[in-house]
C-alpha cells in the first residue's frame, strides 16, 4: 500500500489552498474575509494535488452551467475539504481560479485510500446578483 501511496503522490504536480469564510464586525458592518486560520490549527490549508478539467457533462449533474469552468481535484492524502471551503489554485497559464467546493473530499476506497477526490467550480462565474 505504501508503494501504491508514493506512486499516486508523485502524479501531485499542482498545489490548492483551502480557506475559509470568516465574519468579522468592523465599526458596526459585518466583513467576510476567506482565510486559512478558519481552518483551525491541524487543519490543513496547502496541499499538493492533481487538478483536471471536468467535463461540462459531469459538471451539469451538480447542476453547474457548461459556460462556468469546473474540475476534478485529487489528492495523495485527505485534504479535508467540506462545503465551507474555497479551494485557490492557479492553473498551467498562470491563471489565479477560486472555487467554491461541489462535492466535499471523498476516498475511492475509505479513509485509508490512496486517492482522494474533491469537486469545484469557478466561484465569481458562479454567484447570483
Known sequence: MADMIDVVGSLMRDTVTIKRETVSAVDGFAT????????GSGGITEIAARVQDMPSS???SYGVSADIRSWKIYF???PMIDARDHVFFTDSDGTEHECRVLKPSWSFDGPMAAVWRCDVAEYVATQED
Open 76 to 78: 495523495a492524502s485527505s
Open 32 to 39: 467576510t474575509e476567506w482565510t486559512t486560520d478558519a481552518r
Open 58 to 60: 459531469e459538471a451539469a
